[in-house]
């Protein structure tokens, strides 16, 4: 029995994937290159390049998982924690406790530091960790928590992880040409990202980056890492050897694709990029107040490009979102965990932060509100 | 600094990526659903339901891992076995190799049966192992060995492993809609495959399929998975759970590809292509031994769908191989392991299996030789 393949176009302003551009639609159409061409080779090479570029790293251990996010989560921890290291983790939301359970996996010894969901880790709790675990292997942290919406600032924690000589590791899934983000200059040791959100290309791949004392640590590693599939000491040397040995096939359409979004976030620009995010956050934001709806994060740390908020009182959320998707085709997203069936995470991501995408939301909401 | 993208259009010849059909490609182009979106569910569902049919299974637990044929095989590992635990794995090529490493990495105690590469493993040596080895919890086998061309007979070992009381889990990667493959009747209990073989779709998932027996040793583990993206007890929830509870953002483009790929297969009918693949191979057997190329397996274990030849007196393989792919843009496949620069791969898997391809490779050797 076969079935037939009309998908119905969607407005995707939820927390990913985001709208993605022709071009990069178009990019995967082109035939398939195998995996280990010199053309491919040369194409995963330039992909290398701009994804420095985006994170502003010169790290030569920065290459793609070819994987999604969660993924990319789960190769930083599976490749610097060895059984019984001790780790610090915060857990403002989802992925933070996402990180503590991939790091008890990995037969670490995990200190968390909790704090309100919606809210950001203050550098003194951090502090305060580092007085109870003086020597963590690393602390990690999510720089763009997607379950809050909540930007937790970086560079002060950063040097105070570097003081106890702890690697610092960030999750910058959401915030990955979103927003302000600079590896080198923020000394950022290991760092992950994913490709549906403000870069816009589907989902599927997960773009990583290591600093030199990183690195360090993968080459002392006493025990094997424990995921084949994920393991640096191999993968590296498909992505990055002088021989490009073999690993696992490379997913060469998806790498198309994320190839041609790394051109148009390049050409644009990372600063208009990040101001784009920022000038369509304020504009969506003046008319979700204007009918009603509250931010759930406290403005300092809100994140421009998912905008987490309590709809207005008496409405029904989820009969309000199903209507919007069913009769409008724009998809927005529901609470996580805590936040199930009380508030809304509204996308401007990538492609779908445009001005047009908030006058499409806020058009169908006056129909339908 | 950004690059141009304009991949030269290739022949794929070798263990792949194969030709991917203009209708796959096109799928790719169609604007994205949300991972959670009611109509992606649904056609989750129905990619299911084709992986079930081409599989030749009623399994329930039938679905897709989101990352490639490797993490499909870390998958079918990694959830059945625990640290303690006893396994037999036959080894005839590279990916049998894999499978002991990854099952290491699991703790598990691996008992090998090396076999010598481009042979098959014959049912009395897994009678002989398990008599080393009276209870182990599975035996892992390679049905067609993509280093070596090899196909391994499966339903002899299948019944022997059973009496034994252990699961028999069987990587089909190359042999998946290619050769006859039936996982009810051989009572597999699991098995994993790549999208990029005979099935003709781009590589970047693995089809995966567990019997009941096999959810029964998942239900009962003891110790948590240790790949959390891997973790069935939390990604059976995504593809089948009733709630379709979040687990990680689905590849949304190449589960489009992954649809088109399977309706393809399921029109043409799975007799009817296997049917072709060996009949290509004959055509190409003749063409080759007429140019003086010899065969590394021997005719009952010939792959058809992947050709590993010596090539005649006096060529220079790597020289060959490189002007095939340069001046006719023919990409044919380099030996690995023990094979490599003695042998080719010439693969004609899915949309590269035609007498065109093969008249396109046969031509360019006679003016290259």
């Known amino acids: 029995m076969t079935y037939k393949f009309n998908p119905i176009p969607r407005v995707l302003m939820g927390p990913g994937p985001s709208d993605v551009h022709p071009r990069v639609l178009r ?3 082109a035939p398939l290159y195998g995996h280990l061409d010199p053309l491919f080779v040369q194409m995963m090479d330039e992909v290398k390049s701009m994804v420095q570029q985006c994170f502003i790293t010169e790290n030569l251990l920065t290459f793609v998982v070819s994987a999604p996010g969660s993924a990319g989560m789960e190769t930083c921890l ?3 924690l060895e059984p019984g290291d001790e780790c610090i983790i915060c857990v403002n939301g989802v992925f933070g406790g996402r990180m503590v359970d991939i790091a008890e996996r990995c037969g670490a010894k995990v200190h968390r530091i909790d704090t309100e969901w919606g809210k950001v880790t203050e550098p003194d709790q951090v502090k305060k960790a580092l007085d109870a ?3 963590p292997k690393l602390l990690a942290i999510v720089h763009a928590e997607t379950s809050t919406g909540a930007l937790q600032p970086l560079e002060e924690i950063s040097k105070i992880v570097h003081e106890a000589g702890a690697l ?3 999750d910058a899934v959401t915030s990955f040409c979103g927003v302000p983000l600079e590896v080198d200059k923020w000394q950022i040791d290991a760092i992950y990202t994913g490709t549906q959100k403000c870069l816009s290309a589907p989902p599927g791949l997960s773009p990583v980056s290591f600093s030199e004392a990183a690195v360090k640590v993968l080459d002392n590693r006493k025990t094997k890492v424990q995921s084949w599939f994920l393991d640096l000491t191999m ?3 498909y992505w990055a050897g002088a021989k490009r040995a073999y690993h696992h096939t490379a997913p060469v359409s998806s790498v198309y694709a994320l190839h041609e979004a790394l051109n148009i976030v390049l050409e644009e620009g990372l600063e208009a990029r990040w101001a784009r995010h920022q000038e369509v956050h304020q504009y969506l ?3 979700l107040e204007a009918r009603g709806f509250r931010f759930l994060v406290e403005e ?3 994140l421009p490009n998912l905008n987490s908020v309590y709809l207005p009182e008496g409405c029904d959320e989820a009969a309000l979102r199903s209507q919007l998707l069913n ?10 965990g805590a936040f199930a069936g009380k508030i809304w995470r509204v996308g401007i991501m990538g492609e779908s932060a445009t001005k047009n995408h908030v006058n499409l939301l806020t058009g169908a909401l006056d129909e339908l509100m």
């Not at 009769?327 to 996580?336: D, F, P, Q, R, W």
């Open 27 to 29: 990019a995967m159409s």
């Open 78 to 80: 599976v490749n610097l």
């Open 133 to 135: 675990c003086p020597k």
């Open 168 to 170: 610092f590791v960030v």
């Open 235 to 237: 993968v590296k040397n």
């Open 285 to 287: 934001r003046k008319q």
């Open 300 to 302: 300092p740390y809100r």
């Open 327 to 336: 009769k409008y085709n724009i998809e927005v997203g529901s609470g996580l």
